[in-house]
């Protein structure tokens, strides 16, 4: 019934191992009892590890959209600066908008990073009261420099930063606590390698001091009842247990693997092969380049722009992937659908499954 494990690399859902889902199975236990507050116990400290702080680390039942609109109706009182490179960042800019929040929204070629010194101008320009933006901008395939630009919003007082950190976190450096980032999310289903369903995320001091003078904030992405539960060990609304389970044997695998950098190291020697397959190896001879400049590539998202005037699309390819090799990659996500590729090298694959799908794509684009 299951495929072998290193064939689905799509930039989320990512693929889940067999151990893991299987993790899923256990039993039901009352969500108010012991057991429950045994369970998040025991992810208490795995969780900040993995988010690099010593805040409390929220676990929702919500995709990470959710605690997209949570980081909005709890952190930004009047006006938002929306970094927009894509189109998980633009997201960030339609809640805020239906949120009712004033939106100043930047937008930048896709392909492009946010640099300190420009988010500087338009913070000053802007007048906004918070800052969002996606860390690794999964459409594109870029990874913004946030451990730049955290002390550029944080020489502002009383603005908070918001980030999306959904193809980062567990998959690249997140620095939540020394960057001070006030807000930061991400989903289950993404570097975190769990089916999805759960979002987690983390919030500064100043943040939930602020949430609390906010009228709109809503029931279920009130933040403050999730601080308040998570350290009683609870969770306001009944939790996706299931879901749980299932990250509770990925963070005991996290920490067999040597712990977060490993993981980091892991992805970051993935993304390492696909650099030297597209500027030195077959991936130069056919054609291909990357989206995003040298130093702002994600660790966890490759965005291959297809040669000019080649006979594929990126749907095209990514359908010959699958129906010659068995393998499930990404085409290009809104306008950049048929221009590139996206192979999600993320969760837990290894750079021996990568060198083997970059063969088979080789095999691909030649026949074509
Ligand atoms: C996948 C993704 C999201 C959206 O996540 P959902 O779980 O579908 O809500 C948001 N931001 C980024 C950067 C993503 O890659």
């Known amino acids: 019934m299951t495929a072998p494990f290193g064939k689905f690399f799509l930039p989320g859902p990512t693929e889940v191992l067999p151990e893991v889902a299987q993790a ?14 045994a369970l998040l116990g025991r992810l208490e400290q795995p969780l900040k590890d993995a988010f690099r702080t010593a805040n409390p680390v929220y676990i929702a039942a919500t995709s990470a959209t959710g605690l997209m609109e949570a980081a909005i109706r709890n952190g930004v ?34 392909g492009q990073a946010f640099e300190a010194a420009q988010v500087r101008e338009l913070l000053e320009k802007s007048g906004a009261d918070a800052v969002t933006l996606a860390h690794s901008e999964t459409s594109a395939g870029v990874l913004n420099p946030v451990g730049e630009i955290a002390p550029v919003v944080q020489a502002r007082p009383d ?26 999310l991400t989903g289950s289903q993404k570097a975190l390698a769990l089916p999805p369903g759960l979002a987690l995320g983390v919030a500064s001091p100043r943040l939930l001091e602020r949430a609390k003078t906010l009228p709109d904030r809503g029931i279920y992405l009130d933040l403050i009842p999730y601080d308040e539960n998570i350290r009683k060990k609870q969770t306001p609304y009944t939790p996706a247990l299931s879901l749980i389970y299932a990250l509770e044997a990925q963070m005991n695998r996290i920490a067999a693997e040597g712990g977060i950098e490993r993981r980091w190291a892991r992805h970051n020697a993935m993304r390492e092969r696909v650099e030297r397959w597209v500027a030195k190896e077959a991936g130069a001879k056919l054609g291909l380049s990357y989206l995003p400049r040298e130093g702002r590539r994600s660790w966890t998202v490759s965005c291959l722009r297809l040669p000019e005037g080649g006979k594929l699309t990126g749907p095209q390819v990514a ?38 799908l970059l063969g088979a794509l080789e095999e691909v684009l030649k026949s074509a």
């Not at 899923?24 to 507050?37: D, L, N, S, V, Y």
Request: charged share 25%; hydrophobic share 40%.
């Open 24 to 37: 899923q199975a256990q039993p039901m236990i009352g969500h108010r009892g012991a057991k429950t507050e």
């Open 159 to 184: 603005v908070m930063l918001l980030v999306d950190a959904v193809t980062s976190l567990a998959g690249s450096p997140v620095e939540t606590d020394k960057w001070g980032l006030d807000f930061v």
């Open 77 to 110: 009182r009047k006006k938002v600066l929306c970094l927009v490179n894509g189109d998980f960042s633009g997201r960030f800019a339609k809640i805020a908008a239906a949120c009712g929040k004033e939106v100043v929204r930047e937008e930048i070629p896709l």
């Open 319 to 356: 359908k010959a992937m699958d129906a010659k090799h068995g393998y499930t990659i990404g085409a290009g996500y809104g306008k950049l659908k048929e221009a590139t590729i996206r192979i999600g090298h993320m969760g837990d694959h290894t750079v021996a499954e990568v060198e083997k």
